[in-house]
């Protein structure tokens, strides 16, 4: 029996896995460039360009007096109006009609406690709907007066304004005697793991959870 002979039924064997490894790879790359059944696509988000026009809630510009409604039963009061701390965010969108956007506010103040200085970190989130292209939007939200008086009046304060899930724009105003860094303090490690730093919840309230809620209640958009 001569070599070639011989040497046949190995080449035949190797043509055969090499024919199986072709097929199996063929039906793989099918499987890959296959489109998937029933996935849903990501959701669209149209365009809208949102821009912070001005931001005030700092020192003199951030105090308001209580609103004072008369009526012809009521009483004199006890109390003269107090002095509330208002954050400002006036803006302009782009779009026909926003469905929602979400601000989220962040305030700092300080404050002397048994000669101590004490920083307070206060938080709130609004959320607005059915939002009509306009360049005069306005979002506010308050500290009350006895906060105020507690805590302190504002050394920084920060927003933004999230649309389609992104962060669409953001402002932040801080007083250079306060101490805070510039730029997303509300997120620095330095201000938010500081021992000093107390986070105090529900005291930041939005438009509808003050007397401010009927005070030229058109110029405001709804809140979900």
């Known amino acids: 029996m001569d070599i070639k002979s011989r040497s046949l039924p190995s080449l035949s064997l190797y043509m055969c896995l090499a024919a199986i490894v072709l097929c199996f790879a063929a039906r793989t790359d099918a499987q890959v460039r296959r489109p998937a059944v029933g996935r849903a696509a990501a959701p669209k988000v149209e365009p809208n360009t949102i821009h912070i026009r001005k931001f005030t809630g700092l020192g003199s510009k951030g105090k308001v007096r209580t609103p ?3 009526a012809s039963s009521s009483r004199a009061a006890l109390n003269p109006p107090g002095d509330w701390i208002q954050i ?37 989130t609004v959320r607005y709907g059915d939002v009509e292209r306009s360049t005069r939007h306005i979002s506010t939200v308050f500290l009350r007066p006895n906060t105020v008086k507690r805590f302190g009046e504002p050394i920084g304060i920060g927003v933004e304004i999230v649309y389609g899930g992104q962060v669409a724009a953001k402002k932040e105003e801080v007083l250079r005697s306060g101490g805070l860094p510039e730029g997303d303090w509300w997120k620095n490690p330095k201000v ?33």
């Open 88 to 124: 400002t965010t006036e803006y302009s969108t782009s779009k026909d009609w926003t469905d929602e956007l979400v601000f989220h506010y962040y305030v700092m103040t300080e404050t002397k406690i048994k000669g101590e200085t004490v920083y307070s970190f206060f938080r709130a």
């Open 192 to 224: 938010t793991d500081n021992p000093k730093v107390k986070s105090r919840g529900g005291y930041l309230l939005n438009r509808s959870e003050t007397p401010f809620a009927l005070v030229n209640i058109d110029d405001h958009e709804a809140i979900r």
């Open 68 to 70: 004072v409604f008369r």
